[in-house]
């Protein structure tokens, strides 16, 4: 069974640090690339991170860069996202999903999601 499944999700206060992972189950994370999406209570989901299969090159939405890092290990099957010094404005849901590049309109796999809160 095809699955990517987020972890690490929690409360954390501002100015904090999370590390999210995504892992993959059926299917071998090497050949996709792999993106985070957010959607916060009342918003759009948008796109905050991907990370290619090929030369692992990495984006970010602009509201995330410096602060997020994403990264790959093929080897666990794994992709993380470093969270840093985050905001209120980062509470949402963080969702995984797999493609075959970062520039699609559509993505094979989502994961469930993992809640972030940032709050004091």
């Known amino acids: 069974q095809v699955q990517l499944g987020e972890s690490g999700g929690g409360l954390v206060q501002p100015g904090g640090s999370l590390r999210l992972s995504c892992a993959a189950s059926?299917?071998?994370?090497?050949?996709?690339?792999i993106a985070w999406f957010r959607q916060a209570p009342g918003k759009e989901r948008e796109g905050v991170s991907c990370?290619?299969?090929?030369?692992?090159?990495?984006y970010y939405a602009e509201s995330v860069k410096g602060r997020f890092t994403i990264s790959r290990d093929n080897a666990k099957n794994t992709v993380y996202l470093q969270m840093n010094s985050l905001k209120p404005e980062d509470t949402a849901v963080y969702y995984c999903?797999?493609?075959?590049?970062?520039?699609?309109?559509?993505?094979?796999?989502w994961g469930q999601g993992t809640q972030v809160t940032v709050s004091s």
């Open positions: 999903a797999a493609s075959a590049t970062c520039h699609q309109n559509s993505y094979d796999y």
């Open positions: 059926g299917f071998t994370m090497d050949y996709y690339a």
């Open positions: 990370i290619s299969s090929s030369d692992r090159s990495a």
